[in-house]
């Protein structure tokens, strides 16, 4: 089939050669200059024939020059923000150009087609690279958060330049979690879309689309339903060539640290903990060895603050970024390159080697486009990186993790980091110490696992390349074409692993002396390397026909394309032995009458080898409308205020092939396995039953929305969405009792499980230039969802059960818990009575200063009966962002504030455990229940802590905390000089950018450390301070 | 108009090419049918491998290295129920078990979540898939046919004797499986008895098989069933539906009589017969092994080995062991100084209490054994009873009591992980590691002389899992030496042995009234054991009494107590009198070195697993839940 469409496009191509034209001579000269409405030169105005055959760019006075080979054509100016101008070709043009606040004059790339704004029927959201770039954050994703409404982003690693964010486009629309696909410039990538992402740095980013109801995601067939997010790279503007150079410097540092909890208060935390569990005072320590801790002047006695002996305070960041831009109107080049360095987090004292972190990363980009004859044109996208890192004990950051999470661990009163030189009375050596310490319950140490264990060394490479070709068809009918590309994509992996190991010693218990014992059997050993590799490849294949005409005041532009797609994936994953295929197909058609009147149609026809022969297939269509009310002369007339109205409304059916199940579902799977009558040899086991009627998931997508713009300097968008699945792919075993025989996880899974989303989004946004020298913009985003579990053939537990139900009626990820019983004011056994009052509990013996479950059923008995829905689900329903700044003659501020709401996670698993290890204590347990703290009427904000895991450590409400924050996520602050002064060092423009990631967060925790974000014992986020000069040559 | 053609043209291109989706017909290979399997030799033989694959583990294996139903009984307790405090033993002892907490999970190296309900219905069903294809399958050798279709019943026999023996309720009986889009409402349960008629029928069907053996006799055949698996199954499954709890109120015990009856003989007939003598008597009779007489240092030795794959093996008295060894278990299992780890069973006092004197007579009244029934404090003694003193208990007992359980002052040669501490007096100074004879000490701190200190090795803690929480460490299953430094692989699990069947011969007799077979059958066990005959002029009541007692010595830690004291309850009862306080021997030192000998209850804490709905296991939640569902029944276990 490759082979078929490559034919076809090889015939089109040489057909197009037989009417080849080169550009003629020179017929006319034009001229002018383009200015805003208070007269100042607009530079970087690009400047084109209908056709875009020619394209010019405006200078930094705003002036243009160029020949043409044709006469009295009609040239159209554009420029990012401002109104689409036309003028007919003639010298001494003067243009004045409007801003345009409703962003009517742009055109929206929606992956596989474009279209105006204008006359858009479907809900997207945009952001362009410019606003991307104020990020401190170098990998593309981490600067999408509250920029675009309808996108939910969750952090999950923090660890600079090995961020991890989780995009969700409108929540979950199907039960299986699913997060969004990438389109980029055209291409679709539909598996490691994540990690392709990350190989793009923001600045060589024109501009993102998320595509968010069905309609415009009816295209991309059954990866269409959870959305997509859509990436164009920045092309080349004709002219001379334009260099841009950036240099920065960011300084990381962490945004929070767990609190120093110091050696007398861990002794008496521990004390206290051992108390509680009935084991009697001072248990751990003595009065006299607190006594001594607090002194703080004997060795024997230590105060180690581990965290602070590990971790440096700052760690730098260092970027260069050049861009250049030029070209004629035969070839038009953007080319990026992008050099980055990470540098280190730790203190690190191995001489042998470097068990530091670091990482380079360089970034190359061209783009070039060229048109190879009057009627075929083309393209060549050239991308890659290459990634060198160095990490301690983990690859990918995973030993980072753990040496900033075993940190934690460390108890302050443990002598370290390593044993002790001694010496003999004679003043000689005895034993050069320098051994790892540790204790009997961690066993490990966190200097152990930077210092002593090697490194890691990766060296990833990516690259992707992308061809494609259009050729213009109107010697058959004017505005047709046809056009196809080719994507490929390798990313490869080479990791150099060094081992090493070391021998642990523990202290002994007499703390008079500082002796050492050895644990366990682990010696210090030699390095030795290995070295592995993983990498896995795409490929893809398009071809297009295109047909776009005017009728007078219809217009008509449709699309017609195949894409045949395969991956090969050679990670890990052992399951993916065979490529993954899928072939895309559609059609999409989009009319506008007079801009008054827009309709799209949409066809997608996809199939994956996930669903058996017959059902592989699934068509979705998808439609919107749109009145362009603001465009109607009545309303123009009667109400010139009203600068923009635009209902619109769509429906569309999106598939979905990601359910999670086995990739070959439809069969049986009998494996071979090794048996245990060794005479019998093998054993056979029916490992799953297949389905073969299993088919793709379809989500039936409503959205209703409209568009309202005043006195051109506000404008509102609304839209309301709602999403059902009535076919969903899930195991049923309900009504199956396991007495039949088959394992239940063996049960075929069957299309047949409801599920329902649904949420708004609203999008504010005021500009207001006030005079020639101050403009103020600000704006925000709000975006809400909610799903719903329908049917998913749960059998419910029976009527002694508070909530017989846990899936069905509840969101994706509902947790289950007890509810504190606050009815005493702190919720926790504060008296004798209280306890013996109590009900039973089933997973062990409530003490003092326990929680107060409640017994929902009345049952007498606190157990799993009780449970009751706490939080609501996996994602937060509210997703926010503000943004606004204003900007005077050379000076400009922006801003972007982003949140989420009635969002609740379980804090418990996170962060306060604090019978981990030797007992891990922070600031939660400071204000713990204690008989004494009670009776003297003090703030307890915690039960009674414990040295194992007491009844209190259930999921319950009380751990379920509110994780709703606002966080001021960037700022950035810019002065350029003066043109006069930039001149002198040969510069266009020179510009002084400051910028804050991160700065503060404002939550309902109310720690000082524990993160609303991420967790406890991963790396934190970090705040950021960034410097950067920006030079246009 | 034409270029409107070439467009369509172009259209019906794009849509054929896109339709041709031969691109996503990449058939899996390796993948077979079941239909595939029993057209293949090989492949149907591997069929009945899988039907062999849920076999559990028992012994230490059962789960988590915890010896699962010995320690649910009053026969010991489990030193994990602190520190495992999520495992079965605490969720028992603290009375936590639930349907959807399940105390009783699948054996160890398995699927978690699956229990036995699950596993053994699984393969209930693979053996009626083998069983309905198995005559029509493609195999080259008919004899070969016929001894799999033997096989094949005989595990379908036994997953349904272990769910009856966990669960005791009625259950379905399939026989042909269920498909997967059957009507499950109308699958209906057969009760007990008529569960183990089938069991029976399906034993019975193997034995009439020639092709199947007797016994195995190549080691590669290991875990394969026989004919005497048959036999003893159907010993016991026919026992366990003539006893009060599931009998329904029938008397069976005449029809378990004869059919155990018949079973005995035939495997006496067929060359089974009791361990009677030390075979290496190198290591089990060497005075430093600490066995008295033959009699302990028999029974050591056949419960530390594994029976040969052998025509003529040594060992005539196992007839099932289980596959996998059971690893050295006295570094699991036994004194936990030994390896500074756990101790796992205790053997609790009620178990030593159980072992008679020398002259036979029992150390308790068995009518009443405890004048405080419930709490154990205070025993019962036997009046006739003149060997026995209460501050010198272990002396003149049992042979197999030397065998079986490690008390204060028993002696053993071995390394082990600690340095002896100045308060560890038996044994103090001594290194860590280095072989030589140690006294196990399990005395406890006296609190009316703290100051005499405590053991601080192997002494009695109601907290710590390397120390005792009863005064005892299990010795059945271990070697006298291993410790530190030397290793011994343990024998692997007996799970059906000729001494059981005997057992089981006896109880019946007795109850069916055929009361001199019945003392002929438990002397037998007695005088392999160097116990005189139990005196044949006792009446029905109390010979049924001595035989029970005499089933828990000589059937001590090997699982069956549990399912004894459950099947001799009636069904309304529970185990308060046996289950409900478990007790230690509580023994301090006096200065002078002597010690003094009382009893105490464990962790002064009552288990909580003795009420009626602890008669039975719970059938998982969700099972029920779905049962409910279908058919509207209610098919869970009292209580629950």
């Not at chain 2, 405890?370 to 036997?382: C, I, R, S």
């Not at chain 2, 192997?458 to 009863?470: E, M, Q, V």
Request: aromatic share 14%.
């Amino acid at each position: 089939m490759i082979n078929k469409i490559l034919i076809h496009f090889l015939l089109f191509s040489v057909l197009g050669m037989t009417f080849q034209l080169r550009a003629q001579d020179k017929v006319s000269e034009v001229n002018g200059v383009v200015k805003d409405i208070y007269g100042d030169p607009l530079p970087g105005v690009i400047i084109s024939t209908w056709n875009k055959k020619v394209m010019y760019i405006t200078d930094y006075e705003g002036k243009f020059h160029f020949d043409l080979d044709q006469s009295n054509t009609t040239l159209t100016f554009t420029l990012a923000g401002y109104k689409i101008q036309t003028k007919d070709t003639g010298k001494d043009v003067v243009i004045v150009m409007e801003e345009d606040a409703h962003l009517t004059a742009e055109t929206v790339n929606l992956g596989f087609s474009v279209q105006s704004r204008e006359v858009l029927s479907n809900a997207v959201s945009t952001v362009s690279g410019k606003t991307l770039e104020k990020s401190l954050i170098p990998r593309l994703q981490g600067t999408f958060s509250g920029h675009m409404s309808g996108l939910t982003t969750i952090g999950g690693s923090f660890q600079p330049n090995y961020e991890t964010v989780a995009m969700y486009i409108r929540g979950l629309s199907t039960f299986h979690g699913g997060q969004a696909g990438i389109v980029i410039d055209g291409i679709l990538y539909d598996s490691y879309s994540q990690d392709i992402l990350y190989q793009i740095t923001p600045e060589e980013v024109s501009s993102i689309t998320v595509l968010k109801d069905g309609a415009s995601q009816a295209l991309y067939g059954l990866r269409g339903a959870n959305g997509l997010i859509v990436v164009s790279t920045k092309r080349g503007v004709p002219g001379k060539l334009k260099l841009n150079v950036t240099l920065d410097e960011t300084i990381q540092e962490p945004s929070y640290k767990p609190i120093f909890i110091n050696s007398v208060t861990h002794a008496t935390l521990k004390n206290q903990a051992a108390y509680n569990d009935g084991l009697g005072e001072n248990y751990y320590y003595s009065e006299e060895q607190i006594g001594k801790f607090r002194a703080g002047n004997d060795s024997l006695y230590p105060n180690t603050n581990w965290h602070d002996m590990l971790f440096r305070r700052a760690s730098h960041m260092q970027r260069i970024g050049v861009d250049a831009t030029g070209g004629s109107d035969i070839v038009r080049y953007y080319a990026n390159v992008n050099m980055l360095h990470q540098g280190s987090f730790y203190h690190t004292d191995q001489e042998d080697y470097n068990s530091n972190n670091y990482l380079y990363r360089i970034n190359i980009r061209t783009n070039v486009d060229i048109n190879i004859t009057k009627y075929l044109t083309g393209y060549i996208n050239m991308a890659g990186n290459i990634l060198r890192g160095n990490e301690p004990y983990g690859r990918d950051g995973s030993g980072n993790n753990a040496i900033y999470n075993l940190s934690y661990y460390m108890p302050s009163t443990l002598f370290g980091p390593v044993t002790p030189v001694i010496f003999d009375d004679e003043g000689k050596v005895k034993d050069p110490g320098g051994e790892v310490i540790t204790t009997n319950k961690i066993g490990t140490s966190p200097y152990g696992m930077l210092n002593r264990s090697g490194y890691y060394t990766q060296t990833n490479t990516n690259i992707y390349g992308q061809t494609g070709f259009n050729l213009d068809m109107s010697f058959l009918t004017p505005g047709l074409s046809i056009g196809g590309n080719v994507g490929y994509l390798s990313n490869i992996s080479s990791y150099l692993s060094t081992t090493q190991n070391y021998a642990r010693f523990t202290r002994d218990d007499d703390w008079s002396k500082l002796i050492f014992k050895q644990h366990g059997t682990t010696q210090n050993t030699d390095l030795a390397y290995a070295k592995n590799q993983s990498l896995y490849g795409y490929m893809s294949y398009k071809g297009e026909v295109a047909y776009k005409r005017d009728f007078g005041a219809h217009h008509v532009s449709s699309i017609l394309f195949g894409i045949f797609q395969e991956l090969d994936d050679n990670t890990a994953n052992i399951d993916a032995t065979y490529d993954f295929r899928r072939i895309y197909s559609g059609l999409g058609v989009q009319y506008d009458y007079d801009k008054r009147y827009a309709l799209k149609f949409d066809l997608g026809y996809s199939g994956s080898d996930y669903f058996p022969s017959g059902n592989r297939f699934l068509w979705t269509p998808g439609v919107s409308i749109a009145w362009i009310a603001s465009n109607e002369g009545f309303i123009k007339n009667s109400l010139p205020w009203l600068t923009m109205l635009k209902p619109y409304f769509s429906y569309a059916i999106t598939g979905n092939d990601a359910t999670g199940m086995d990739r070959y579902g439809y069969i049986d799977q009998v494996t071979m396995g090794s048996g245990i009558v060794r005479y019998l040899d093998y054993n056979t086991t029916e490992t799953s039953f297949g389905n073969s009627n299993l088919r793709p998931e379809s989500i039936k997508k409503y959205n209703i929305g409209v568009n309202l713009g005043i006195a051109n300097q506000l404008s509102l968008s609304a839209d309301y969405f709602k999403e059902k699945m009535d076919n969903g792919i899930y195991r049923s075993t309900s009504l199956t009792p396991s007495f039949q025989g088959i394992p239940l996880n063996a049960f075929p899974a069957t299309n047949f499980a409801e599920y329902e989303n649904k949420g708004f989004e609203i999008e504010l946004n005021y500009l207001k230039r006030l005079n020639k020298d101050w403009t103020f913009n600000l704006g925000g985003s709000l975006s809400y969802n909610k799903n719903i579990a329908i049917n998913a053939a749960e059998t419910p537990n029976d009527n002694s059960y508070a909530y017989p139900y846990r899936i069905e009626g509840y969101p994706v990820g509902q947790s289950f818990g007890y509810l504190v019983d606050y009815s005493n004011g702190n919720g926790m056994f504060n008296t004798q009575e209280e306890l013996e009052g109590a009900p039973v509990y089933s997973f062990g013996t409530p003490r003092l200063g326990d929680l107060k479950y409640q017994d929902l059923n009345n049952d007498k008995t606190i157990d799993e009966k009780d449970m009751a829905p706490i939080g609501n689900g996996s994602l937060p329903r509210y997703f926010y962002g503000v943004t606004g700044g204003f900007s005077y003659r050379n000076i400009e501020l922006s801003f972007l504030f982003q949140g989420v709401a009635d969002y609740y996670r379980d804090f418990y698993s996170l962060a306060v455990n604090e019978s981990l290890g030797e007992g891990r204590y922070s600031e939660n347990h400071l204000n713990a229940w204690s008989e004494e703290r009670w009776l003297k009427g003090e703030k307890i904000s915690y039960p009674a802590i414990s040295t194992s895991r007491s009844v209190s450590a259930q999921n319950s409400d009380f751990f379920f905390k509110n994780a709703s924050f606002i966080r001021l996520k960037n700022i950035e602050m810019s002065y350029s000089l003066p043109m006069k002064i930039s001149k002198t060092v040969g510069a266009k423009s020179l510009k002084f950018i400051l910028g804050g990631q991160n700065l503060f967060t404002i939550d309902k925790i109310n720690s000082k450390d524990m993160p609303v974000e991420g967790n406890y014992g991963a790396f934190p986020i970090y705040r950021m301070y960034r410097i950067s000069i920006r030079a246009q040559f | 108009m034409k270029h409107i053609r070439y467009i369509l043209y172009t259209c019906i291109l794009f849509l054929a090419g896109s339709a041709c989706s031969d691109e996503l017909n990449q058939a899996p290979s390796g993948k077979i049918s079941l239909e595939e399997v029993f057209e293949d030799n090989e492949r149907t033989m591997y069929y009945l491998n899988t039907c062999y694959s849920k076999i559990p583990n028992k012994g230490v294996r059962y789960f988590y290295r915890s010896f699962g139903p010995v320690c649910w009984s009053d026969d010991a307790w489990d030193a994990d129920d602190m520190d495992v405090n999520w495992a079965a033993s605490a969720l028992l002892y603290n009375g936590n078990a639930s349907a959807s907490s399940h105390p009783v999970w699948a054996v160890e190296g398995e699927n978690l979540q699956m229990s036995y309900w699950e596993n053994y219905f699984a393969m209930i069903r693979s053996c009626g898939i083998f069983l309905m294809n198995i005559d029509n399958a493609k195999v080259n050798n008919e004899r070969d046919r016929r001894r799999w279709k033997a096989e094949a019943h005989i595990l379908r026999a036994y997953y349904y004797s272990e769910l009856l023996k966990w669960f005791g309720c009625d259950l379905p009986i399939i026989r042909e499986p269920l498909s997967l889009n059957q009507d499950y409402s109308s699958v209906r349960r057969s009760s007990y008895y008529e569960v183990v008629q089938f069991i029976i029928e399906d034993c019975n069907a193997a034995l009439a098989i020639d092709e199947l053996p007797w016994r195995i006799t190549t080691s590669a055949d290991a875990l394969r069933v026989t004919k005497a698996v048959a036999e003893a199954i159907k010993a016991r499954m026919i026992l366990y539906a003539a006893s009060p709890l599931y009998n329904n109120g029938q008397n069976y015990w005449e029809e378990a009589y004869s059919i155990i009856k018949t079973s005995l003989s035939n495997l006496r007939s067929n060359g089974y017969e009791l361990y009677n003598k030390v075979n290496t008597p190198a290591t089990f009779s060497d005075p430093e092994a600490f066995l008295p007489n033959t009699y302990a240092q028999l029974f050591n030795e056949y419960f530390f080995s594994s029976a040969a794959y052998s025509a003529t093996p040594v060992d005539k008295e196992t007839i099932y062991q289980l596959a996998s060894s059971q690893g050295n278990l006295i570094f699991l299992d036994g004194i936990g100084a030994i390896h500074g780890n756990k101790s796992g069973t205790c053997p609790s006092q009620e178990l030593v209490d159980a072992f008679e004197t020398i002259d036979g007579q029992t150390i308790l009244q068995l009518s009443k054994p405890y004048l405080d029934e419930e709490t154990h404090l205070q025993p019962n003694y036997n009046p006739e009873n003149t060997l026995y003193d209460p501050q010198n208990p272990y002396e003149n007992r049992d042979p197999r009591f030397y065998a079986s359980i490690y008390y204060n002052g028993s002696k053993r040669r071995c390394g082990w992980s600690f340095d002896e501490m100045p308060n560890n007096y038996e044994n103090y100074p001594g290194l860590s590691g280095v072989v030589r004879v140690r006294i196990i000490a399990t005395w406890a701190v006296d609190e009316n002389d703290p100051s005499a200190g405590s053991e601080s090795r192997t002494g009695l803690s109601a907290t710590a899992r390397s120390k005792t929480r009863t005064g005892y460490y299990q010795r059945k299953f271990s070697h006298p030496f291993t410790g530190i430094g030397q290793s011994a692989t343990n024998a692997r699990y007996k799970d059906f042995r000729l001494g059981e069947v005997i057992l089981n011969f006896a109880e019946a007799a007795a109850e069916a009234g055929h009361i001199a077979e019945a003392l002929q059958a438990v002397n037998e066990i007695r005088s392999r054991a160097g116990m005189p005959d139990i005196p044949s002029e006792l009446s029905k009541e109390q010979l049924i009494l001595r035989i029970r007692n005499e089933r828990r010595v000589e059937l001590a830690l090997e699982g069956h107590r549990y399912f004894d004291v459950r099947r001799w309850s009636a069904p309304d009862g529970n185990l308060a009198k046996t289950d409900r306080w478990v007790t230690a021997a509580y023994i301090t030192r006096r200065k002078d070195g002597t010690y003094h000998y009382d009893r105490a209850q464990v962790n002064g804490n009552e288990r909580k697993c003795y009420t009626n709905k602890y008669l039975k296991v719970a059938i998982p939640l969700k099972e029920i839940n779905n049962i409910i569902e279908i058919s509207g029944e209610n098919w869970q276990n009292p209580g629950w």
